[in-house]
């Protein structure tokens, strides 16, 4: 009876020890709150993609490309087929993409066959000028951010927005369109720097005479085409080289430099240099550039 009474005492401390030692399950975490849809502020950036708050959407098209967009201004439009400013504003939105230096990513409120009567892309035409959203998900997203339309963000080539315009009288619209324009004027594929002509600069005394190309951001120089430089100089110039062609000129980063160093007589001369380079857009499209530089200075002992 003693040995029973022991064992029975031994096994019921070693199921409490058991049950001691295990682990409880962990709680589960509690759900992530959803997600408020925000419009973004003057200065804060804003890929071509849109905000990380903006729901995921159903596209016309494909999804928006940072290649077709890199270097036009962005535009993020919303409307919705209840509003009647927004068909006004749909022909506003179309001569802006028509400029060729606009993306326009629209977002509807509504169904896919809605969004093809507010579409400003239209479908082939607009081929590389923007896509179209749709669907319940900007519905949703329109009604957090308290807008119906039209309402346009507008993002600067340095991906950051500049305008955040909910207004849709014509003054409102009319200051959007001119903020656009005054963005689209100032969009360059490149800025040419020449050297200064050389001073002070004495008989036998060496002087160079250079020209340098930065090329935009969104730009690269093409290696199908090289680069070739030109000096067109009197004859008694003495240079290094007179022409330069392909890895003779020099490139860091975004700018290409052609540089020739030259000596001369006494006299009062003039110089000119060209420079023909190549580049290619996101699109891997060509584009040439042509640039002239001309020098005028004197050499005296």
């Known amino acids: 009876m003693i040995r029973l009474l022991v064992a029975a005492t031994t096994l019921g401390a070693l199921v409490g020890i058991a049950a001691a030692q295990t682990p409880k399950k962990a709680a589960k975490a509690p759900k992530a709150p959803p997600v408020t849809a925000t419009l973004p502020v003057v200065g ?9 708050t903006w729901s995921k959407r159903t596209w016309l098209y494909d999804v928006p490309s940072q290649k077709d967009a890199g270097g036009k201004v962005v535009i993020h439009w919303f409307c919705s087929p209840k509003v009647k400013t927004c068909a006004d504003d749909l022909a506003r939105i179309v001569t802006l993409k028509e400029n060729g230096r606009v993306y326009i990513v629209a977002n509807i409120a509504g169904t896919k066959g809605q969004a093809k009567k507010l579409d400003p892309i239209r479908e082939s035409e607009g081929v590389g000028r923007g896509t179209v959203a749709f669907g319940p998900n900007v519905t949703k997203m329109m009604k957090q951010t308290s807008i119906t339309g039209p309402a346009s ?11 955040v315009a909910t207004g849709s009288t014509p003054a409102d619209l009319d200051a959007r369109d001119k903020k656009v324009s005054e963005l689209v004027a100032t969009i360059k594929e490149y800025v040419a720097t020449p050297s200064d002509s050389p001073k002070g600069i004495k008989p036998g ?4 005479l250079s020209v340098s190309i930065k090329l935009a951001s969104w730009l690269t120089y093409s290696k199908q085409a090289p680069s070739e430089f030109k000096l067109t100089a009197p004859p008694d110039f003495k240079c290094d080289a007179k022409e330069l062609k392909g890895d003779q000129l020099k490139i860091t980063d975004q700018t290409l430099t052609a ?3 030259c000596t001369a007589p006494k006299g009062s001369y003039e110089a000119r240099g060209d420079l023909r380079f190549s580049y290619e857009t996101p699109n891997n499209a060509a584009g040439i550039g042509n640039e002239g530089a001309k020098w005028k200075f004197e050499i005296k002992p």
Not at 44 to 52: K, M
Not at 205 to 208: L, V
């Open 205 to 208: 005394d060496k002087f160079t």
């Open 44 to 52: 804060e950036a804003l890929p071509v993609t849109g905000s990380a």
């Open 153 to 163: 963000v507008v993002v600067d080539l340095d991906g950051k927005v500049v305008m």
């Open 259 to 261: 540089s020739v160093t």
